[in-house]
């Protein structure tokens, strides 16, 4: 499995401990904090449980998003204070509490509880939440609550936890030692179970990816004999198409190019595809108009463009309105709910064709938000490397420099 997962914190301990959990299990999942996909959100943890507050974390990010969601509640459960902290760890100490209040309080509450009485265990639920199911994992470290905060690692209340075992803190541990044993560690263990499951069906990406795609390279290398008029390039391309499928995915390719290349350049490429098929596949009809409808195209454009954009929509969204309000509106009803969130191809597959029509012709600043909005929807480093190979191949090596350049960026800032 290669995706992107958005972890719905603005805390990068949380999210680097669970990159390199997923990765010890064989997880091929990059991981973003909700931060970089929509920006800080505030959600209220109305829930009583662990898993009703992870429950309303993934979900509120997913329907943000449209992305496979993880959230992650967990808290420390001290048996001499009738399970608290509890839900409330993370706000044990009030309402502008910090990781060093808590510990500060906790040890006052505890400073007469003997030795005996300072058992403790840390739960971690975690919720995933993608376009077709919700999953639960748990796990539970029992320990106890010390004297005295040992330890520069970690984060939260792990200074003062030591579990069933050790004579050392998860705050004195390694990462590797903590990831072992904590309660995150087997509460990703369990989820990393059921998601390899998943990979399996196919559950977390739309049915065809870039990577399984034996046409990939085509649709690349179309997007760019489209944007650049290269119309020998485009009939050698289009000499491969042998299946309605294909023809099909060309179609979508070749009409979205209209976005970026312009309708004449759209036209001609189209009407080289419509040739072969008249001639290739005389039975077949390429992709039918959608029916018309102003109100579907901005709800599903306001949909897809958040999701590319991720948390840089709304100044973006502000920016056009000061320069062109109607730019504002094509963009949303025409650009992405007319033509960019059509059936047919997958989003991913979309957005890699228009970064290489962009590369192709030199548009620096729409093609970070392009290569950033790949990796939004679910591009993977893979995915990328092919499209930079396909510039290099078609473009020559100023085209591929700034499509490098511009991942660069994004993964400087992501």
Not at 37 to 55: H, K, L, Q, S
Not at 107 to 112: P, T, W
Not at 198 to 215: G, K
């Amino acid at each position: 499995m290669t995706d992107t997962i958005v972890i719905a914190t603005g805390n990068a301990h949380k999210v680097d401990e669970l990159q390199a959990l997923f990765a010890r299990h064989g997880i091929d999942a990059r991981l973003i904090p909700m931060t970089a996909a929509i920006g800080a959100v505030e959600i209220e943890e109305t829930g009583t449980t662990f898993e009703e507050n992870a429950f309303i974390k993934a979900r509120t990010i997913h329907e943000r998003t449209g992305l496979p969601v993880i959230a992650d509640d967990s808290g420390l459960e001290v048996d001499a204070l009738h399970g608290a902290p509890g839900v409330y760890s993370a706000r044990y100490s009030g309402p502008d509490a910090t990781d060093a209040s808590n510990r500060t309080l906790l040890l006052e509450r505890m400073k007469d509880v003997t030795e005996d009485g300072r058992t403790a265990r840390f739960r971690c639920v975690l919720c995933y939440i993608d376009g077709y199911r919700t999953l639960f994992s748990e796990g539970t470290s029992t320990g106890r609550i010390t004297d005295m905060e040992r330890g520069g690692g970690g984060f939260g209340y792990d200074p003062l936890f030591m579990a069933d075992g050790e004579t050392r803190t998860y705050a004195e541990m390694s990462p590797e030692d903590k990831q072992a044993m904590s309660h995150r560690g087997k509460a990703a263990a369990r989820l990393c179970d059921s998601l390899s499951r998943l990979d399996t069906e196919r559950l977390l990406h739309d049915d065809r990816t870039p990577e399984a795609s034996v046409e990939y390279d085509h649709l690349i290398r179309a997007a760019i004999a489209a944007a650049v008029n290269d119309s020998g390039l485009l009939r050698r391309v289009i000499a491969d198409v042998v299946t309605p499928d294909e023809a099909d995915d060309l179609y979508e390719v070749l009409l979205q190019s209209y976005l970026f290349a312009g309708f004449p350049a759209a036209l001609d490429s189209l009407t080289i595809l419509a040739d072969h098929v008249r001639t290739a596949l005389p039975d077949h009809r390429l992709s039918p108009a959608e029916p018309f409808s102003v109100d579907a195209f901005r709800e599903r454009g306001q949909a897809l463009c958040r999701k590319v954009y991720g948390n840089v929509y709304d100044r973006m969204m502000q920016r056009l309105d000061t320069i062109t309000p109607d730019l504002r509106s094509w963009m949303i009803v025409e650009g992405y709910g007319k033509t960019l969130s059509r059936p047919g191809l997958p989003i991913v597959m979309r957005e890699l064709c228009v970064v290489a029509m962009l590369a192709a012709l030199g548009r620096t600043t729409q093609l970070y938000s392009h290569v950033r909005g790949a990796f939004l929807v679910g591009a993977t480093d893979t995915d990328m490397q092919r499209c930079v190979d396909v510039v290099i191949e078609e473009c020559g090596n100023d085209a591929a420099s700034i499509l490098l350049t511009a991942w660069n960026q994004v993964l400087e800032r992501m």
